[in-house]
DNA sequence: CTGAAAGCGCTTACAG
DNA sequence: CTGAAAGCGCTTACAG
């Protein structure tokens, strides 16, 4: 591990003349830029990044934090790899490290956010699983952190950049595709915490059912958690139910595994017996059978476009990404399956 | 964003005295330490982490290095996530954190890790996906950053720490069970890329097969990507085979979703007209049905193992975690299902 | 128990 | 075009 000395010595020039030639600027001899980039190559010389950052006051990388516990990592699986690949690729551009920190479960995630950012561990931050009241955002607000997140919140007065996919607009059009099948006891299965995606949904179900004068039925939203068996337990009490609804909008994409399964103990088959439509089209989502009717969106998209939003509000990359403070409801893409193909009879 | 100097100025004390009695140093007067601390708390003071790491030569961080791309984001879904949540629990004993550091799917592994290390962004590294020959294993070697790898590798001599997967010993028990129903000719689903642990089951099988004194046919072992696809795909040549094996033996839990469905398919129910044996009971082996015979591990308790292994290689630590040098297969244990219970006739 | 000072490895005005 | 020097924010021997 050579540091800028050694390898000024090595050259016999100054580690000021190193600094320049390997960082690029114009006032350097190409002869001797020549010399420094071969010697650096040779003896492995990567420049010690916290010296670096202490004296630029940057870091040049970008967290993205996740929640590693229990709870949130059902939903997650692949979710935040694909994502994380299309966020990268817009940092490559610009030599940013993404860094990925997961808040343990067992701690705040305030607290581990105020932590990564007093350590200045990061230059900007992306947030995700966002709550209703989320005092992360005003934390970074507060801090003056460029930051992103994936997912709207009330908190920060909606003057912070976000992207958040298009909850209100699945609401409305499983509705719309239930209610013309002839369904007009809709189950809801919702997450069992208070991230914000289930009010935003739970809004817009509420207004597509407005829309198709249904009466809001609130012994019909159910909750769970974000997983298989969230599904699962959601059908269990859906079926358990006096007056059964005849059609189930899952949020998430797991939760379909499980209400697949409980229907198939129930002797039931999606689309046949009950419908069932699905949240996101994920790779397992495409195993079920009969298909089910979700919703497509390219994750590595997504992170594309977190990666550009977050630039841009980032002040060395601001003039490069010059679209401001984005606000983006990000689009879903209706895939019809087979498992809301039933009509209801009567 | 409050440095050491102005909470200095504001105690009206010297910086040394602030960073002695933060860092808890026992040569602190008391009330000068509760003076430092409440007024720290009271502004917010969280040390500059790069002035630290620089004067210290320390970053009390663990990078964990896993890839977003393509690949293998199929296979590791919320394995990961689990994993992580035992990493750190060990890690915030000591107040390390944990940085996840996920290579880009379009850069090469050796160089990315070789950039992080020479960075000094980590004290210590864990990666994963090891490759039969891994030259990151040499590099780490050589850059003597305490490291843990998940996953074997004929690189670095061995003499290397590692926790593994029981590869061995899923394989042994898998044609165990199927031989003692009867089975002859069972089919392996191996990955398609040239991760190591494709070769150390596929060496369990050749044993496995060899003990039961059943010749070994190359034509059975079928390779695919680690997704639910790639299990359709295998599951789809092997019933196109002109003399098809009569069972399956999966190395990775995906790839059961995709051969109950090709097998769903083709008429065919796991378990009874064919048998099927996963790998790794993750939560989605839970709601296939017939249950899948597969193996248990505990996630967050592999983790937990990695953790400390690690701890008792960095030099700080290694007192505290007198193990030493790690080289551990990690035990499964065999989940029965129905999927493997079919009996050959004949 | 506390303060003054050195120095970790860089980058960057400033002279020349 | 290059060198010498300052300084980023810390921690830690060293004096007292």
Redesign the pocket.
Known sequence: M????R?AEHL????????????G?????????RRVLEAAAELG????Q???N????NTNAVGFMIESGADTAGNSDNFFLGVIDGVQHVLARHDLDLLVLPCPGDENPSQYLQRMVSRRAVDAMIISATHRVDARIDLLTKARLPFIALGRSTSGGNVYPWIDLDFEGVANRAIDRLVAKGHRRIAVGLPSNDINLGFIFLDGIKGALKRHKIRFDPSLIIRAASTEQGGYQITHEVLAMKDPPTALVLVYELMAIGAYRRLGEAGMTPGKDFAVIGFRESPLAKFLQPALTCFRMSLRDLGIGLGESLLAVMPPYADTYPQGLVNKIWPMELVPGESDAFTRKG
Chains 1, 2 share one sequence.
């Open positions: 050579i540091g800028i000395k390898l016999n020039i100054s580690i000021g003349t190193v600094s320049r030639a390997l960082n600027r114009p006032d350097v001899n190409d002869e001797t830029r010389y990567v420049a010690n916290s010296g670096r202490l004296r630029q006051g």
